[in-house]
């Protein structure tokens, strides 16, 4: 009997402990994204379509990473609504377009910033005025399969 009851302690030990860890994981991440906040301004793109974003993807300007996505949803007009987290040492002029790219023909999709010329430049929580969504490459085979049969 003493046996079983040293055994269910350790297990229960085990779970306390596991339990533990994973709490100082979540905090640890949240710590970081905060941190990293502190660093990057939230900019938010509007677009028809989002089809294969996802969070984490690259946010680039010129070629050049600057940023990631953070969130995609859907907002109350049905529209994909994008934050992405760009570098506040980069400054984006307000006229700029954010278009999602594909990475190759199948290659993973990205957010692409166009950058505009005016003087003046987005801000923490501003949302870019000019966007264009992702392609469905499969509307875009049709349309191809559709050219060549005319």
Not at 33 to 46: F, G, P, Q, S, V
Not at 48 to 57: H, I, N, P, S
Not at 125 to 133: A, L, M, Q, R, V
């Amino acid at each position: 009997m003493q046996m079983k009851r040293h055994d269910l302690f350790r297990a229960v030990l085990g779970m306390v402990a596991i339990f533990i860890l994973a709490v100082v994981i979540v905090n640890l991440n949240r710590m970081k994204l905060r941190k990293d906040h502190d660093n990057y301004n939230e900019l938010i793109a509007m677009v028809d379509t989002a089809e294969g974003l996802f969070e984490g993807d690259k946010v680039l300007l010129s070629g050049v990473q600057i940023g990631k996505v953070i969130e995609i949803k859907l907002n109350k007009n049905y529209q994909a609504e994008i934050h992405l987290l760009v570098r506040k040492d980069i400054q984006i002029p307000e006229d700029s377009t954010a278009i999602i790219l594909t990475d190759g023909i199948l290659g993973d999709k990205y957010v692409s910033i166009l950058a505009g010329g005016s003087e003046d430049y987005l801000e923490d929580g501003d949302e870019f005025e000019y966007t264009k969504g992702s392609a469905d490459i499969n509307m875009l085979a049709g349309q191809v399969i559709q050219g060549i049969k005319k």
